[in-house]
């Protein structure tokens, strides 16, 4: 991925700066328009009702049709472009949140919860295509407005127009108001959208061990305290805004009363004639019209404000980050592996950001042949999952090198280091779709035959053929329709149907009978040399049918060898064996 540059308001407008010129245009026809239509009334009034002149009137009220409705084929002009241009403007923001999603490194992603994100992607973006979508309707016409009222108003009746001195300041004092105090508010009621979302996502991923320990009414509770907090921010957000909004609208009807109280004294001396009296309030009027959409701008303005910098903390996380560097790293490219490389820990040291103490994993060394089959043992906390991690490089070791061949991978492409590796993780995680397309998912371009043949390298063939379907069966969300093994078997042929020359399973087999795991294991390792392949295994069955056994203890290599030699030179492989296998299996 290349370089990007932080992301920014002004960078997105620029993209869709003709339609919003066209829509500026068609909006600016609109608002001469209704700027127009005061004086003319005026002028009808003067010119045509006073002299009792039908034809003035008549001509004069054809023109205001005439304007009405150039006014009107701008407001539909503007319309349309404007919610054409909002929702082009918010799909592409969307699509750069994902796809930043995609591409940001895992240290930067720790820092974002899920429901977060989703909030960002789903609420945050809504929020500011409202302003895209205001700013082209309603932000651009309240100023034209506002202004062609003061300079129109001013420059029909001059003696009238002090007024606008009083009435302008106090309702511009009105709107920073708003402004300033409705920003964090705001903060707040998105922070507590991601509560209720956090709560909602975390129920439903967890429903079936909520109801198996009765635990409904204890989520329940959780949710309402949630809800009520989200509830309590927006009562409050809207309530300041319900308090200074109507204060504009008081300003400046005050002003009508006192143009209306002046211009009694002005119309009874002959001074001024009533139209001018008409057209000066109907201008103040549109004044209190443009504030109200100043007023109601600026609160989509505080809302968009919170939620583009949300947006743009998740857009800039990952900035900086090329397609082959991460975290910071320079990386180059090279092109994937095509045979089962040699892999070599020197002297790999890592801890997780913001860890305190011993770290992860410290100063490993320790090679995994090449073609053969490295098991990583060792209790829990001991660092293997940490150590599986650092091979697509979803983390960065802060000291030492991961070799590949002699090649060290911080300077590999991210894109050809990961196309030469099949990862199982611990938890099986499977896609909408069918079985055969869930299988085929890491290569596409497979045949039926190839499916099939991955399938019966994972035993799962014999399940699959059992559906009501075979391979044409559709799963469940995740694939909740079948039992944790058979996910498990189905991740395992998605990865040997890969064909990859490193091959990582990190407990992959946990789910699975010993029996299906030693005929998967035996397999794999009839499968070399064609990969390189790392199992982090809790069962020393497993382990035992590995060319090598790597032990952690702590984040650090407790022993190496087989399991014959490991019984002579490591006391921690001996206390995993007599647990799992008893002291008998020590004289074995």
């Known amino acids: 991925m290349k370089r990007t540059k932080a992301a920014t308001f002004p960078g997105y407008a620029r993209t869709f700066l003709p339609p919003f010129l066209a829509a500026l245009a068609c909006l600016s026809v609109e608002s001469v328009c209704d700027l127009m239509q005061p004086t003319l009334m005026a002028s009808i009034v ?342 599986v991690n650092l091979l697509p490089r979803f983390q960065e070791p802060q000291q030492g090198r991961i070799l590949a061949d002699g090649r060290d991978i911080a300077a590999l492409g991210l894109t050809s280091l990961r196309a030469s590796i099949a990862l199982v993780p611990q938890r099986s995680l499977l896609f909408g779709g069918t079985v055969g397309g869930n299988i085929a998912w890491g290569r596409e371009a497979a045949s039926e035959a190839d499916i099939e043949a991955a399938a019966r390298l994972a035993e799962a063939h014999e399940f699959i053929a059992g559906l009501p379907l075979g391979y044409g069966s559709v799963l469940g969300q995740g694939g909740i329709n079948l039992s944790g093994g058979q996910r498990q078997r189905l991740a395992l042929a998605r990865a040997f149907l890969r064909r990859p020359a490193i091959l990582v399973l990190d407990d992959a087999t946990s789910a699975v009978d010993a029996l299906t795991e030693s005929i998967i294991l035996a397999r794999i390792r009839g499968m070399s040399p064609a990969a390189t392949t790392v199992v982090v295994t809790q069962r020393v069955a497993a382990a035992r049918m590995a060319d090598r056994i790597v032990v952690l203890d702590e984040g650090r290599v407790a022993g190496i060898g087989t399991h014959a030699e490991l019984l002579a030179s490591s006391e921690l492989w001996c206390d995993i064996v007599r647990a799992q296998l008893g002291r008998e299996a020590l004289d074995a």
Not at 307 to 316: A, K, T, Y
Request: with cysteine; glycine share 10%; hydrophobic share 50%.
């Open 46 to 387: 003067d010119r045509g009702i006073a002299s009792r002149d039908l034809s003035a009137v008549i001509s004069l009220g054809a023109t205001m049709l005439l304007v009405a409705a150039i006014g009107a084929v701008g407001a539909v002009g503007r319309n349309i472009i404007a919610s054409r241009v909002s929702w082009d403007f918010a799909s592409r923001l969307r699509s750069d949140l994902f796809a930043r999603t995609l591409h940001m490194d895992f240290r930067s992603l720790e820092g974002f919860d899920a429901a977060s994100l989703v909030t960002r992607c789903t609420n945050d973006v809504t929020q500011v295509q409202a302003l895209v979508n205001g700013m082209m309707r309603i932000f651009a016409k309240a100023p034209i407005i506002a202004i062609g009222s003061i300079v129109m108003a001013a420059r029909l009746e001059p003696r009238l127009a002090p007024v606008f001195l009083v009435v302008v300041p106090l309702a511009a004092l009105v709107i920073a108001l708003n402004l300033s105090i409705g920003f964090g508010r705001f903060r707040r009621v998105q922070a507590a959208l991601d509560a209720v979302t956090a709560r909602v996502r975390e129920f439903l991923s967890g429903i079936r061990l909520v109801k198996a320990y009765g635990r409904e009414d204890r989520e329940t509770a959780l949710f309402s305290e949630a809800n009520a907090e989200l509830a309590k921010a927006s009562s409050s957000a809207l309530r300041v805004m319900a308090l200074i909004g109507p204060l504009g609208a008081v300003i400046v009807n005050f002003g009508i009363v006192a143009v209306l109280w002046l211009g009694g004294f002005e119309v009874s001396s002959g001074r001024i004639p009533v139209g001018k009296i008409i057209a000066f309030v109907t201008y103040l009027s549109q004044l209190l019209f443009a504030l109200g959409m100043i007023q109601g701008v600026f609160t989509f303005v505080v809302r968009a404000r919170v939620s583009w910098g949300r947006i743009r903390e998740v857009l800039e996380a990952g900035a900086g980050m090329e397609e082959g560097g991460g975290a910071g790293r320079a990386g180059g490219e090279g092109a994937a592996f095509r045979v089962a490389p040699e892999l070599r820990f020197s002297q790999v040291t890592f801890a997780y950001a913001g860890s305190h103490g011993r770290p992860a994993l410290e100063d490993l060394d320790f090679s995994c042949e090449a073609g053969k089959l490295t098991a990583i043992v060792g209790p829990t906390g001991a660092g293997k999952t940490s150590l």
